[in-house]
């Protein structure tokens, strides 16, 4: 196989995984409400987040420090992300010289895509957040416990997750 097909189809099985064990336990909360408006309305709420100038997701920025971001075990999620060490251990194999970032146009088109999956995060995160607190609000919350869970782990690390790479790149881009 291909590298870049086997790293398209590697990132893609991670996706959907991830996504599915995400989002399984909102489609379960979602189909026993028998009115779909708070849904629409947290759609729209999470959506509008992720236009927010690039300026407010800077100033969302923990820390500008990558080892920061190491303490808290980010280097540990990433295995098991799309273009994690995993994937990129797996591409080495038969592309021993294979590099994400190789040079200043591929640095710079690495951190737009950092941002994007940022903003992606994001959103999920404040969707999630929504529909944990109706259900908490509705006292369902067996099912509301799940939904901070998975929003914990599907939004939140990841969201570290590319703090950490944007870190990690701006460093890179000012030596």
Not at 34 to 49: G, H, K, P, R
Not at 158 to 172: A, D, G, H, Y
């Amino acid at each position: 196989m291909k590298t870049a097909s086997k790293k398209l189809m590697l990132n893609q099985l991670i996706n959907i995984g991830w996504t599915l064990l995400a989002f399984i336990p909102i489609l379960v909360y979602l189909s026993s409400l028998s009115s779909y408006e708070a849904f629409y309305i947290f759609l729209v709420i999470s959506l509008t987040c992720g236009f927010l100038p690039k300026q407010i997701f800077d100033r969302l920025q923990i820390s500008r420090n990558p080892q920061f971001y190491k303490r808290l075990g980010v280097k540990r999620i990433r295995q098991f992300v799309q273009d994690g060490d995993i994937i990129n251990r797996a591409i080495r194999k038969d592309l021993p010289q294979y590099r994400r970032i190789r040079d200043r146009t591929s640095l710079n088109k690495y951190l737009k895509t950092v941002e994007m999956y940022e903003r992606y995060h994001f959103i999920c995160l404040i969707f999630f957040l929504l529909i944990s607190i109706h259900a908490l609000m509705n006292l369902r919350y067996g099912i509301g416990a799940v939904i901070i869970t998975c929003n914990f782990l599907y939004n939140a690390c990841p969201i570290l997750l590319q703090q950490f790479n944007k870190s990690r790149i701006l460093k890179l881009g000012k030596s």
